[in-house]
């Protein structure tokens, strides 16, 4: 695609419920990248893909949060038992190999739990 | 560690007026890559410009331009003839040569008023 997109767009989320947010980077990208976003905070690196696997995962905050991208295009970021601190901006981010170019986001995914 | 700190929360202009936003940045190392980021309401980051630390020349892009100052650790961005889309959070974030975790401020909101 064109972009990096992201869906839903907005998702509420009761407590103790699971998600699902996807992130289609741009095709051909090989880096993808997850990022937290805090109100009006700055963005908080969660975790990384080359290609289908996952490099580094190390900003993940606890093990209810996990990861996959597994034909190395779409990714997915799941939350299970969601909480009231994972209310956020869910940012994905791609880029055609580990750059120091800056790298294009989505638009991301406001998740609010209530 | 490496760390990005934004001192101004919020700043405020009238239309076709200068405007600068300050970053400093702490790190050990010579090599490494600043950015300045744009996130307007739409939530989609859009990397408005880039500085290698090895260039000693000011990036410019259009309107927008930077004073690198790399004694001091400092990245501030200059927008001329401010326009009324230039409205969003702005986002300084460093990133180390080799790596590829970017490390963020926490954002000026600037506002320009018609």
């Known amino acids: 695609g064109a972009g990096v997109s992201q869906s839903p767009r907005y998702k509420v989320a009761k407590r103790g419920q699971d998600v699902a947010l996807r992130c289609d980077p741009i095709?051909?990208?090989?880096?993808l990248f997850w990022y937290q976003q805090a109100l009006g905070q700055g963005p908080e690196f969660l975790t990384y893909f080359q290609n289908e696997a996952q490099l580094d995962k190390s900003g993940l905050p606890s093990d209810r949060f996990f990861a996959e991208r597994p034909e190395g295009s779409v990714s997915t970021l799941k939350i299970q038992r969601t909480q009231q601190e994972d209310s956020a901006v869910y940012l994905c981010a791609s880029s055609p190999a580990v750059n120091t170019y800056g790298y294009t986001f989505g638009s991301g995914t406001r998740l609010t739990v209530v | 560690a490496q760390t990005v700190t934004q001192s101004q929360p919020e700043m405020s202009v009238q239309e076709a007026e200068t405007v600068t936003l300050s970053c400093t940045y702490d790190t050990s190392e010579n090599n490494y890559y600043l950015f300045w980021y744009k996130q307007p309401p739409s939530r989609q980051m859009i990397l408005v410009i880039r500085q290698e630390a090895y260039k000693q020349q000011n990036a410019t892009e259009n309107r927008f331009s930077v004073n690198f100052q790399k004694a001091a650790k400092s990245f501030s961005l200059k927008i001329s003839d401010s326009q009324l889309g230039d409205t969003a959070m702005y986002f300084c974030?460093?990133?180390?040569?080799?790596?590829?975790?970017?490390?963020w401020g926490a954002g000026t909101k600037l506002i320009i008023k018609p």
């Open positions: 095709s051909g990208h090989v880096s």
């Open positions: 974030a460093y990133i180390m040569d080799s790596n590829y975790q970017l490390i």
